[in-house]
């Protein structure tokens, strides 16, 4: 159980377009999804926390316009990264805590999205 | 906002020797701390996780130790293998669906 998805797993652009990655929680519901960014040989940084019905909140530096959030239902949260350029390339990573409504320290990851931009 | 350090960067041991991973964190009100070993490219998978009522855990040949007051915890694996080689990363979370601090990461080298 617990498992959460990500499309697409790579994805090429080229600089100045948009493009959406997609998270899904399989099997349980999440009301609260993490999107980070993780670049070449660096560690996982938390760019956003995505709120079921409501704004996401972001980190401090990241561009809420540049970043856009979207918590569409209990099982989706898109990251939308408008007008990219090569340096928004990048390992794009989402989690999901376990299950909605309960108690849940633990949390469950997609399997990346790789996105580079030419 | 909270800070993880993660010490060292790279740690390099021959098979079956130990190794340790150490972090500290600075905000007081974190009280879960996972660890998760990540491979190129794939996503992080939880190895061993504490929470802040616990002093130390054990699975298997992972250990993982809390100092509150001290705020650091260390990863210990012993009788390490190849297949131990990997990033290891620890975090730091104010628990319940709370978003999760990262540390930088220790690439960890088992030499056979």
């Known amino acids: 159980g617990a498992v959460v998805s990500q499309h697409p797993s790579r994805v090429i652009c080229k600089s100045g377009t948009s493009v959406k990655i997609e998270c899904r929680s399989l099997?349980?519901?999440?009301?609260?999804m993490f999107w980070y960014r993780q670049f070449p040989k660096q560690s996982l940084m938390l760019m956003a926390t995505?709120?079921?019905?409501?704004?996401?909140?972001?980190e401090q530096g990241v561009e809420k316009d540049k970043f856009l959030i979207n918590h569409a239902s209990l099982t989706l949260s898109t990251l939308t990264v408008t007008s990219a350029h090569p340096e928004d390339s990048s390992f794009y990573i989402c989690?999901?805590?376990?299950?909605?409504?309960?108690?849940?320290?633990?949390?469950?990851f997609g399997p990346g999205t790789r996105l580079t931009v030419t | 906002g909270e800070n993880v350090e993660q010490h060292p960067s790279t740690l390099s041991v021959q098979e079956g020797d130990s190794a340790v991973i150490k972090c500290t964190y600075s905000?007081?009100?974190?009280?879960?701390f996972p660890w998760y070993k990540q491979e190129l490219g794939k996503r992080p998978q939880l190895i061993i996780d504490i929470r802040s009522n616990v002093g130390e855990k054990k699975d298997q040949r992972i250990a993982v130790t809390l100092n509150k007051t001290a705020k650091h915890f260390s990863l210990h694996i012993t009788e390490t293998q190849p297949e131990d080689s990997a990033v290891y990363f620890c975090?730091?979370?104010?628990?319940?669906?709370?978003?999760?601090?990262f540390g930088s990461g220790t690439k960890l080298n088992v030499k056979p």
């Open positions: 905000d007081s009100a974190s009280n879960y």
């Open positions: 989690s999901a805590p376990g299950l909605a409504g309960g108690y849940s320290y633990e949390q469950y």
């Open positions: 975090a730091a979370s104010m628990g319940n669906f709370n978003k999760f601090y």
């Open positions: 099997d349980f519901q999440a009301t609260t």
């Open positions: 995505s709120n079921e019905g409501s704004k996401a909140t972001y």
